[in-house]
């Protein structure tokens, strides 16, 4: 191979390597779980395993109540564009983006929704959160 050929390639690879998108992370995410478990939440919803430890609640389950859970994007002061999609999914026993559906386990006394979040435009400066 010619010397200028060399040249050539050794400056494409580097020109490759250069142009790649090594951003470390400023900080870790933050979480902020607001349930009947956690100051400020809803009494009726507890967050389960795998996001929280299994909570200990009391009362009776009720598989007849048919949940909204709605996902939002959060303002965020830091980073004005925050906020701006609002409301981003919303899930019913009957409906859901992807199909996804609030399920209800009766024997598991518990309603479940899967948040499939890599089919969402989500923004890693942004916070979500659920409710309704």
Not at 70 to 82: D, K, M, Q, R, Y
Not at 96 to 102: A, I, L, N, T, Y
Request: glycine share 10%; aromatic share 10%; with cysteine.
């Amino acid at each position: 191979m010619k010397p200028s050929r060399w040249y050539k390639w050794a400056a494409a690879a580097l020109l490759a390597v250069a142009c790649q998108d090594h951003r470390p992370l400023t900080s870790p995410p933050s979480f902020l779980i607001q349930d009947a478990a956690h100051s400020g939440g809803n009494p009726h919803v507890y967050w389960l395993p795998p996001m929280e430890a299994q909570p200990k609640f009391t009362g009776t389950f009720n598989g007849t109540l048919s949940p909204v859970i709605e996902i939002s994007e959060l303002p965020n002061v830091a980073h004005p564009t925050c906020g701006a999609q609002g409301i981003i999914a919303t899930f019913t026993t009957s409906t859901g983006p992807g199909g996804e559906k609030v399920g209800v386990d009766v024997a598991g006394q518990k309603y479940v929704v899967n948040w499939h979040t890599k089919d969402f435009p989500l923004n890693v400066d942004c916070n979500y959160r659920s409710g309704r």
